[in-house]
């Protein structure tokens, strides 16, 4: 998949794949060794969370050397901190730790935001970036889909706004030899996870999902948005990973500052566009198949 926003104009390019697709844990791995030969410069951003855990599992499983860097936020993600520390014990890496004052940043993110349409907390990773060594790869965790279910068909939701999709934006305003790898978007990787028994199970039972009571704490209907944290990734990564990897939990991260981690601030209102899953499926699973989709 490959995500594009210029002129104020969004669009995603699915591409079909090159080779015969493995599972996700495979894929993964062979991602692992495909980016460390392309330079063994390497360093992932480490929230402790699921996501980079799968991708930092996937270097370490090959004893290929990766760093990690962690952008800390004082008395406000600490949580995440401490889940980091764990980890850091648990293989022995080598680690960097990025300390930002998000209040003493407040106004000039939210003067830049109004300037690029790039939520704060997004804009941070940013800073963070540009704290880091500029000739090697930044990684970023495995980032999940995001399914919107209208008239009995699936869609796949795609939007400049997203959290992945805002904080890529973002982290390329940085000037930098080294690239920036959001970890899913390689052709076979992506139609692995889009393959995934796990994911066509959600699909099946969404009638329960979407129905089932449960809200947010202090209130409020679950977001379709946070669907795949909470239902889809858990399974499948324990699927190909079981208890090799740590399920801490808890993912969200900055704790103590609302006005970063308003959702507000992502508008997938805007700049977005929808993908039937049937044509989406159909794209990635046919070698030599390719279409972009354009912004609704």
């Known amino acids: 998949m490959q995500v594009t926003f210029e002129n104020n104009i969004f669009s ?3 591409t079909g794949p090159s080779r015969p697709i493995g ?37 370490h499983s090959q004893n ?20 980091v520390k764990i980890l850091k014990d648990k293989y022995n890496l080598d680690l960097t730790v990025i300390e930002l004052d998000p209040n003493e940043l407040k106004d000039a993110m ?8 790039i939520p704060p907390y997004q804009l941070m990773h940013k800073h ?12 970023q965790g495995l980032d999940g889909p995001e399914f919107i279910k209208s008239k009995d068909r699936w869609y796949l939701l795609e939007t400049a706004n997203s959290f992945v999709n ?9 000037p930098r030899s080294g690239a920036v790898v959001n970890w899913e978007k390689s052709p ?35 977001l379709v948005i946070h669907h795949w944290d909470l ?5 499948l990564y324990a699927k190909y990973w079981k208890k090799e990897i740590e399920y801490f939990g808890k993912y969200q991260g900055p704790e103590k500052i609302d006005w970063v981690m308003n959702t507000k601030w992502h508008r997938y209102d805007l700049n977005r566009l929808f993908i039937s899953v049937d044509e989406m499926m159909n794209i990635i699973q046919t070698p030599g198949k390719e279409k972009t989709f354009y912004q609704i």
């Open 23 to 59: 599972n996700l844990r495979e894929e993964c791995e062979r991602k692992a060794r495909e980016i460390y030969k392309e330079n063994n410069k390497i360093i992932l951003a480490l929230s402790g969370g699921l996501d980079c855990q799968v991708v930092l599992h996937s270097f």
């Open 64 to 83: 290929i050397p990766i760093k990690c860097a962690f952008m800390y936020l004082k008395d406000c993600n600490d949580f995440e901190f401490n889940n």
């Open 188 to 222: 076979e990787l992506f139609a692995s996870l889009m393959s995934d028994d796990v994911i066509k199970a959600y699909h099946d039972s969404f009638g329960y999902i979407s129905n089932n009571g449960l809200m947010y704490k202090g209130g409020g209907e679950i």
């Open 12 to 14: 995603v390019t699915l």
């Open 110 to 117: 939210l003067e830049e935001y109004q300037l690029t349409g």
């Open 231 to 235: 239902y889809m990734k858990p399974l």
């Open 128 to 139: 963070f970036l540009s704290m880091l060594p500029e000739d090697h790869t930044f990684i």
């Open 166 to 174: 805002a904080r890529t934006r973002a982290l390329q305003m940085v």
